[in-house]
């Protein structure tokens, strides 16, 4: 008679990854850049080396706290059209109407507000729902007729800037007078509140980094060590406590008539966006369906996935975030004309999240890269004022960087799919 082995049965262990320590992870990175995973890498290089350039052609000017406020109240409205951008730019689209878009949301707002005089956070939602209303009629035009969104975006881009100068008339302006509204992109916060923002967002990341940490670890899956998390919350507490206490100090030339410290008020905006998208992008369906179809469209629609619906509501989202940019510009310049959110605008957003890293072939991007990319195109046209050069300069220098941060893109996109990580 013969006898058989009793067959394996299934096991309920789950095989956990080795965590790997700092030292590991850095090697990690560095072979993920080697493959062509640059992500945000040249962003932060070519940040530091312009700042570094600026502040020895200029180092009484370019570092003092004023111009660093002056700085990130300049770059604002790029940084908020940008993040819209990144959304539509995932998908692999343009939006080349998104700077007309916040010219005209910011008109509405301000004759809302002025004109017929009503309380500003009614001007506010209108002109939020102004950007919304552009956004969707563009998206069903690109998602339901199929009509490719360059030409959409440019016909849009025509028609809002002869809506705006109906809206305002030739060569004139709207003023804004709202004290509220003008502070937004002007005026610093408490220093109290500077400090409480930086520990706020010091804690909530350092919070969120170990609770991912843990899940990721107890689903078997690789995690950051601990000392890689200790790591990236030291660096991010150096950097956000460094800016604090720098723009914490007196930069007012007449103190005794007027105080000028804390961080600009429009750094609480920046930051409820960038944590607010951040988390949509990265921890909702909406957000992983949008990756899903810059990726690849037809893969995506058989998954399941309401391709349609994802794109149309991409450009209501990116059309949204440039009213909000149309309302920092009318705080930053006190009012609105027909220049307002004109050609440069756009072209610097979308160098931003393009310099940033979000890749113009769709499906690879990020929120921060708005960000990043923002702050590279503030510290040129920053820098380049400083040394009195003249606007030619400033473009030319700005395309150049845009240029290399595309080829870059492309070139790390070919090295990656040579390597087997695309």
């Given at each position: 008679?013969?006898?058989?082995?009793?067959?394996?049965?299934?096991?309920?262990?789950?095989?956990?990854?080795?965590?790997?320590?700092?030292?590991?992870?850095?090697?990690?990175?560095?072979?993920?850049?080697?493959?062509?995973?640059?992500?945000?890498?040249?962003?932060?290089?070519?940040?530091?080396?312009?700042?570094?350039?600026?502040?020895?052609?200029?180092?009484t000017?370019?570092?003092?706290?004023?111009?660093?406020?002056?700085?990130?109240?300049?770059?604002?409205?790029?940084?908020?059209?940008?993040?819209?951008?990144?959304?539509?730019?995932?998908?692999?689209?343009?939006?080349?109407?998104?700077?007309?878009?916040?010219?005209?949301?910011?008109?509405?707002?301000?004759?809302?507000?002025t004109?017929?005089?009503?309380?500003?956070?009614?001007?506010?939602?209108?002109?939020?729902?102004?950007?919304?209303?552009?956004?969707?009629?563009?998206?069903?035009?690109?998602?339901?007729?199929?009509i490719?969104?360059?030409?959409?975006?440019?016909?849009?881009?025509?028609?809002?800037?002869?809506?705006?100068?109906?809206?305002?008339?030739?060569?004139?302006?709207?003023?804004?007078?709202?004290?509220?509204?003008?502070?937004?992109?002007?005026?610093?916060?408490?220093?109290?509140?500077?400090?409480?923002?930086?520990?706020?967002?010091?804690?909530?990341?350092?919070?969120?980094?170990?609770?991912?940490?843990?899940?990721?670890?107890?689903?078997?899956?690789?995690?950051?060590?601990?000392?890689?998390?200790?790591?990236?919350?030291?660096?991010?507490?150096?950097?956000?406590?460094?800016v604090?206490?720098?723009?914490?100090?007196?930069?007012?030339?007449?103190?005794?008539?007027?105080?000028?410290?804390?961080?600009?008020?429009?750094?609480v905006?920046?930051?409820?966006?960038?944590?607010g998208?951040?988390?949509?992008?990265?921890?909702?369906?909406?957000?992983?369906?949008?990756?899903?179809?810059?990726?690849?469209?037809?893969?995506?629609?058989?998954?399941g996935?309401?391709?349609?619906?994802?794109?149309?509501?991409?450009?209501?989202?990116?059309?949204?975030?440039?009213?909000?940019?149309?309302?920092?510009?009318?705080?930053?310049?006190?009012s609105?004309?027909?220049?307002?959110?004109?050609?440069?605008?756009?072209?610097?957003?979308?160098?931003?999240?393009?310099?940033?890293?979000?890749?113009?072939?769709?499906?690879?991007?990020?929120?921060?890269?708005?960000?990043?990319?923002?702050?590279?195109?503030?510290?040129?046209?920053?820098?380049?004022?400083?040394?009195?050069?003249?606007?030619?300069?400033?473009?030319?220098?700005?395309?150049?960087v845009?240029?290399?941060?595309?080829s870059?893109?492309?070139?790390?996109?070919?090295?990656?799919?040579?390597?087997?990580?695309?």
């Amino acid at each position: 008679m013969t006898t058989t082995a009793p067959a394996e049965q299934p096991t309920s262990q789950t095989i956990v990854e080795p965590q790997r320590g700092l030292r590991g992870s850095v090697q990690d990175y560095v072979e993920r850049v080697r493959g062509g995973d640059v992500g945000s890498l040249p962003a932060i290089l070519g940040l530091l080396v312009l700042s570094l350039v600026f502040a020895v052609l200029r180092p009484t000017t370019f570092t003092n706290s004023f111009n660093l406020a002056n700085l990130i109240n300049q770059s604002a409205a790029v940084i908020v059209i940008a993040m819209g951008l990144v959304f539509v730019l995932l998908l692999g689209e343009i939006d080349l109407s998104a700077g007309f878009t916040a010219g005209t949301a910011g008109a509405v707002l301000a004759i809302v507000l002025t004109r017929q005089g009503q309380p500003w956070p009614v001007a506010v939602l209108a002109g939020l729902v102004t950007g919304a209303v552009i956004g969707f009629c563009i998206g069903l035009l690109v998602a339901r007729l199929g009509i490719p969104s360059f030409v959409v975006t440019l016909a849009a881009f025509l028609g809002l800037q002869g809506v705006l100068l109906s809206l305002i008339g030739e060569g004139g302006t709207i003023p804004m007078r709202d004290e509220t509204l003008l502070a937004l992109n002007n005026d610093p916060m408490p220093v109290w509140l500077g400090w409480t923002l930086a520990a706020l967002v010091v804690l909530g990341y350092a919070g969120t980094s170990l609770r991912r940490a843990a899940t990721r670890r107890a689903g078997g899956l690789h995690a950051d060590a601990m000392s890689v998390v200790l790591a990236k919350v030291a660096v991010l507490t150096v950097l956000l406590g460094a800016v604090t206490w720098y723009l914490s100090e007196e930069r007012s030339r007449n103190p005794a008539v007027t105080s000028i410290k804390g961080l600009p008020q429009v750094v609480v905006l920046l930051v409820v966006l960038l944590v607010g998208l951040n988390f949509v992008l990265g921890r909702t369906s909406f957000g992983r369906h949008v990756y899903a179809v810059g990726g690849n469209a037809e893969a995506a629609r058989r998954a399941g996935i309401n391709v349609l619906r994802v794109r149309l509501a991409c450009f209501v989202i990116s059309s949204t975030l440039a009213a909000v940019a149309g309302l920092l510009l009318a705080s930053r310049n006190n009012s609105i004309s027909p220049n307002t959110g004109g050609a440069e605008t756009l072209l610097y957003a979308v160098g931003a999240a393009v310099i940033g890293g979000t890749s113009l072939f769709g499906g690879k991007g990020k929120m921060l890269d708005a960000v990043l990319g923002g702050l590279v195109i503030g510290v040129i046209i920053n820098g380049m004022g400083l040394l009195n050069q003249p606007s030619s300069v400033v473009f030319m220098v700005t395309g150049l960087v845009l240029l290399v941060a595309a080829s870059v893109d492309a070139l790390s996109r070919k090295r990656a799919a040579s390597t087997g990580r695309v």
